[in-house]
């Protein structure tokens, strides 16, 4: 059974980075894309970037310059990188990984950006 686990969430001052990594345990033979979402409670998850198996990333207008998506397909995980972090950046973050059978998601993990 596949599951996704995020780490690196946690409180910085606005400004600052944090990196968030996603990596996914079980059997996963091929991925078509990585993605990056987020959502504060009451509210829609928004989608913050994607990467595909080849490498092409695109991201939300709200985080374009400041956030980089990477991934590691040998080793099933995806990382964010997050800089000139915000207050409204404030959110739990979910990764999530499409293969040509399913669609995985992690638990969430909380960014905090407060001074």
């Known amino acids: 059974q596949v599951q996704l686990v995020e780490s690196g969430g946690g409180l910085v001052q606005p400004g600052g980075s944090l990196r968030l990594s996603c990596a996914a345990s079980g059997s996963i033979y091929r991925i078509n894309t990585m993605r990056w979402f987020r959502q504060v409670p009451g509210k829609e998850r928004e989608w913050v970037a994607t990467?595909?198996?080849?490498?092409?990333?695109n991201y939300s207008d709200s985080v374009k310059g400041r956030f980089t998506i990477s991934g590691d397909n040998a080793e099933n995980t995806v990382y964010l990188q997050m800089n000139s972090l915000k207050p409204d950046d404030t959110d739990v973050y979910f990764c999530?990984?499409?293969?040509?059978?399913?669609?995985?998601w992690g638990q969430g993990i909380q960014v905090m950006v407060s001074s």
């Open positions: 990467i595909t198996s080849g490498g092409v990333t």
């Open positions: 999530k990984i499409s293969t040509p059978s399913a669609l995985y």
